[in-house]
């Protein structure tokens, strides 16, 4: 499943350089996390609400070229597979020229909310994924 968002660097975001702090990359990846799961049809709220949280425990990125201020990225968001104990997700940003500047990838796992002990992913998580991969599939043919 792939989706994509963008957002405009501000201001605040870059150092003395006028380029994207390497810090912020992280938080870019959670916007395109966040927005893939939403447009798969849940959110962090909802999986909260059935008693699932998702903390990263895993962090890659991959520097290529310097976002600057003001660029319109592009985040596309990948889900390679369908979870099971873990969720990756992958990330490429672009600039508005098309150019890859970072490439990078999360690894989040489900826990319970009430115990806090890892769980598998939610049967309709699953089943919110593969629907969304089997359309994506079908889109390309």
Not at 55 to 69: D, M, R, S
Not at 87 to 95: G, K, P, R, S, T
Not at 102 to 108: A, H, I, W
Request: glycine share 4%; charged share 25%.
């Amino acid at each position: 499943m792939v989706s994509e968002t963008q957002i405009r660097v501000r201001y605040a975001e870059t150092d003395q350089m006028g380029f994207v702090y390497y810090g912020n990359y992280a938080a870019y990846y959670e916007v395109g996390r966040t927005e893939a799961l939403r447009l798969l049809g849940s959110t962090y709220h909802t999986m909260e609400e059935k008693g699932v949280m998702m903390p990263v425990v895993e962090l890659k990125v991959q520097f290529i070229k310097a976002a600057k201020y003001d660029d319109l990225l592009t985040i596309r968001t990948i889900v390679p597979n369908i979870p099971d104990k873990n969720m990756v997700f992958l990330y490429e940003i672009y600039n508005e020229e098309g150019v890859l500047l970072n490439k990078g990838e999360t690894t989040l796992v489900f826990i319970s909310s009430k115990s806090r002990k890892r769980v598998r992913c939610p049967e309709w998580m699953q089943e919110l994924i593969s629907e969304a991969s089997e359309s994506d599939n079908n889109d390309k043919i």
